[in-house]
């Protein structure tokens, strides 16, 4: 039995019921597979399974990664990152979600202008006092976006979140409708898109899909349960 394939075949189609019961077009919702802590050997097979996004939450796992790994694979730093390995990150992700400062944006912008490349970036939202990153404030949150908008070598693509730990069912979508209510008051105070909502784990993705997640970030469910924490 192929684990990792039967795995992804499972949670493909629980995308697929999630977005049909959202009354969402098959396909609006982006599977990111979450292979922290796991080796490069199950990020090959996945790959062999058809996923093309992974997600990593450190940027030396990320480094240790990338180099032996197909070059297709399109790589999204998730978690949180320090600016003093933004330029790491700005060079081997083309997508990060967890940026939290503006102090981050410039920092990747600068990075990745250098390098001659563009990074995809998602602002992560607060929703937990037990979560330790995100903006907490939306006023630092639209100073960094209006920062982030001017700057080269990023494209600001949206927001992402993290629900509290232990949320019941209500809690979730109440997270997770937040987040979508944010995103729309930001495309509308600065005219522009925002198309990007990257919400949902293994245990709340369903909920994150009715909401309204473009990019649901998927590791467990995929690859099994870790040995030791990655935050
Ligand atoms: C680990 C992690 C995930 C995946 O969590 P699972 O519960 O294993 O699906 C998603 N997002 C972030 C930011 C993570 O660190």
């Known amino acids: 039995m192929n684990t990792i394939r039967d795995h992804l ?25 979450v292979s922290k802590t796991f080796p490069a050997e199950d990020v090959a097979e996945a790959f062999a399974c ?5 997600g990593e939450n450190r940027v030396q796992e990320l480094a240790s990664k990338v180099p032996v790994l197909p ?11 320090q600016s003093n390995k933004a330029a790491k990150a700005a060079s081997l992700a083309s997508w990060i979600h967890s940026v939290d400062s503006e102090k981050l944006v410039r920092k990747i912008s600068a990075a990745a202008d250098a390098l001659g490349r563009t990074v995809n970036i998602l602002f992560e939202v607060n929703s937990g006092e037990e979560n ?10 639209r100073a960094s976006l209006e920062a982030g908008l001017a700057l080269p070598g990023i494209r600001v ?14 809690a979730l979508h109440r997270v ?4 979508r209510t944010q995103r729309d008051a930001l495309e509308r105070e600065f005219g522009i898109e925002l198309p990007e909502l990257s919400m949902g784990m293994s245990g709340d993705f369903r909920e994150a899909i009715a909401e309204g997640a473009t990019i649901v970030r998927i590791g467990t469910a995929i690859f099994g349960g870790r040995t030791y924490p990655a935050h």
């Open 9 to 33: 075949e499972s949670v493909r189609e629980q995308i697929a019921a999630a977005e049909s019961a959202a009354g969402r077009p098959a396909g609006s919702v982006r599977l990111l597979a």
């Open 50 to 54: 058809g996923q093309t996004c992974f």
């Open 71 to 81: 070059a297709e694979i399109e790589w999204h730093l998730i978690g949180s990152l």
């Open 132 to 141: 330790k990153t995100g903006f907490r404030s939306a006023d630092a949150l």
């Open 157 to 170: 693509r949206g927001l992402m979140t993290m629900a509290p730990l232990g949320s019941d069912e209500p």
């Open 176 to 179: 997770f409708a937040a987040l």
